[in-house]
């Protein structure tokens, strides 16, 4: 797979002046890419979890990446054939595995010492607040975060809630809804250039019963003294 990402760099670099390229898989967190360059020469550094990608999800890949170099291409990197390849089941079995073993935040459980997020995402399923989500995964952080309560990768369907919310001294529903959140986002799906918060999505957000009294307490505990 390797050698089909060098191929298909070096040879897209001829056609956009560049005679001297390098590219090889990197293992970062997130996804990204990144790259070096001096005048006809360019490294890229991308992302691992495009391995597995067919070629033509590399070359449309490819070419966003140059295009971005010249400055002639579309706005962003994220083709259609890239964005149907990242939601595909294949992407996520490949890559949930691996995202998990290099978030260092996540206790890689949703049962917590006082909540369980799966009975809480089964609470959102029975309440027809969600969707089903099978390939999600929850977890409650290491760290006790304040402000950043949840947060989730949509690419890897994976959800984090703080663990400042598995407390008895904070109602179930609190831990919910923010979960409740981070799910509204993974259906969504991806949205290149777009708005997350938008006007929609706050609409959305109001419909669990318990919005209101959820986010006085975040904003509590986000005010509370460390």
């Given at each position: 797979m390797t050698a089909d990402l060098i191929y298909t760099f070096q040879s897209?670099?001829?056609a956009n002046g560049y005679d001297d390229v390098e590219a090889e898989f990197a293992p970062f967190k997130e996804f990204k890419s990144t790259?070096?360059?001096?005048?006809?020469?360019?490294?890229?550094?991308?992302s691992d979890y495009l391995r597995g990608a067919?070629?033509?999800?590399l070359e449309d890949f490819a070419n966003s990446l140059y295009g971005c170099l010249t400055g002639e291409g579309p706005r962003g990197i994220y083709s259609d054939s890239l964005i149907t390849w990242m939601g595909s089941k294949d992407f996520v079995n490949r890559n949930q595995p691996i995202y998990l073993k290099r978030s260092r935040n996540l206790t890689l459980d949703h049962h917590g010492q006082v909540y369980d997020l799966q009975d809480a995402y089964l609470s959102l399923r029975e309440q027809g607040?969600?969707?089903?989500?099978?390939?999600?995964?929850?977890?409650?952080?290491?760290?006790?975060n304040r402000r950043r309560v949840g947060y989730c990768s949509v690419l890897m369907k994976v959800v984090a809630v703080s663990s400042?919310?598995?407390?008895?001294?904070?109602?179930s529903y609190v831990s919910e809804y923010v979960?409740?959140?981070?799910?509204?986002?993974?259906?969504?799906?991806?949205?290149?250039?777009?708005?997350?918060?938008?006007?929609n999505f706050r609409n959305r957000e109001r419909?669990?019963?318990r919005w209101r009294e959820s986010e006085e307490w975040l904003r509590r505990l986000a005010s509370r003294p460390v």
């Open positions: 897209l670099g001829l790259w070096k360059r001096s005048g006809h020469s360019v490294r890229f550094q991308i067919d070629r033509r999800v607040l969600v969707r089903a989500c099978p390939d999600a995964v929850f977890n409650w952080t290491v760290r006790e400042i919310l598995d407390s008895v001294d904070v109602p979960l409740y959140h981070e799910l509204l986002h993974i259906e969504d799906g991806m949205r290149p250039n777009r708005r997350h918060h938008d006007k419909l669990h019963p």
